[in-house]
């Protein structure tokens, strides 16, 4: 595929934490009954960083009928962003890294094909090569970490349990993938249809249970099968008293990671999907089982009946 004329880079600092890309489509593959895996090409994706684990990146969407052309392409894009007018602001969703090839400047990003649907949704399922968005993602050229990772393993952890439904499939699997062979324990993921289990690897010490949701509501599988994972898994590394926390008392998204993690913490957690769903599991976790919130990263990546962002 030959691309448009090279895209001008905008006033971003070379050095900043983060990059916009304007990119095309330069692939797209349905790699599983609910997956479409979508490969971007640009000339700057070689300064695309690829730490990998459940890396956070925006694919940020024209608008309707609208183009990217308003899209304020500079280091402080959010706060002009946030104040474009609603028929020319452009769509921003939150992803996950699934590859990238600096070399060939291209970066995959693996989308749910969802209903209901949304922007992002129905992008994954018609967009077509050639069609222009913008990459948000790490930058190659930033000295310190970018952020965007929450999988903190703490430095003694040695047991795992990581959840989440299909929104979570694609962080799981890089997880999995860079995960140290000598650590054990459980990776649970709830999806829509069977074959989307096969996107996960393997990994010698982790066994991988892929539940098939078959039509239920989510959490239906998922939620028992976390509690029987963390009671077999937390036998030796339970807290004394499970805490005496409200659990109930944030709105909106649920997203608690720990700062920092105890650097003596036996076990650790991440967990991600659906904010109810995700929700129900930490107090299953912390007020039930006792598991130390200091333990545990819980991630709601999108919440029924909402759009992100709403
Ligand atoms: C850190 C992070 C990483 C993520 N990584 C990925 C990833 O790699 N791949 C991926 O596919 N998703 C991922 N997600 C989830 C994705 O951002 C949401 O599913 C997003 O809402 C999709 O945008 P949309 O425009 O299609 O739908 P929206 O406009 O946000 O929502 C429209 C409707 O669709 C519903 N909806 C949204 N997502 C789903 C879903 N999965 N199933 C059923 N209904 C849904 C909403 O509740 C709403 O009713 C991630 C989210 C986060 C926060």
């Not at 590859?99 to 600096?102: F, I, K, L, T």
């Not at 539940?211 to 078959?214: H, I, K, P």
């Given at each position: 595929m030959t691309l448009a004329a090279p895209v001008r880079p905008g006033p971003q600092d070379p050095s900043g934490p983060f990059l916009l890309h304007r990119v095309r489509v330069a692939r797209r593959r349905r790699i599983s009954d609910g997956f479409m895996r979508i490969t971007f090409a640009g000339p700057t994706l070689d300064r695309f960083a690829d730490p990998g684990l459940d890396q956070r990146i925006k694919l940020i969407l024209p608008t309707g009928e609208g183009s990217l052309d308003a899209m304020p392409m500079c280091t402080d894009w959010y706060a002009r962003w946030r104040d474009l007018p609603d028929e020319t602001r452009p769509v921003v969703r939150t992803y996950t890294t699934r590859?990238?090839?600096?070399e060939r400047r291209e970066v995959d990003v693996d989308l749910v094909l969802h209903e209901p649907c949304g922007p992002a949704g129905r992008f994954a399922a018609g967009c077509r090569e050639g069609d222009e968005v913008v990459l948000l993602g790490p930058n190659t050229g930033c000295c310190g970490e970018s952020g965007g990772i929450d999988f903190r393993l703490p430095p003694a952890a040695r047991t795992v349990l990581i959840a989440g439904d299909e929104t979570a499939l694609p962080a799981i699997g890089r997880i999995l993938a860079?995960?140290?062979h000598d650590v054990t324990g459980a990776a649970l993921v709830e999806v829509p249809n069977a074959s989307d289990g096969a996107l996960l690897p393997q990994h010698p010490g982790v066994r991988t249970e892929v539940?098939?949701?078959?039509g239920a509501a989510s959490g239906t599988l998922l939620h028992p099968?976390?509690?029987r994972a963390a009671e077999r898994l937390l036998t030796p590394h339970r807290a004394p008293e499970p805490e005496d926390v409200d659990l109930d008392a944030e709105g909106g998204m649920l997203w608690e990671v720990p700062a920092e993690a105890r650097p003596d913490a036996a076990f650790y957690a991440w967990l991600a999907g659906?904010?109810?769903m995700i929700k129900a599991m930490r107090r299953t976790l912390v007020a039930d089982l006792g598991v130390d919130r200091r333990s545990v990263a819980f991630m709601g990546y999108?919440?029924?009946g909402?759009?992100?962002?709403?």
């Open positions: 590859a990238v090839r600096p860079q995960l140290p539940l098939d949701r078959a099968a976390v509690r659906e904010a109810g999108w919440r029924a909402r759009s992100e962002g709403s």
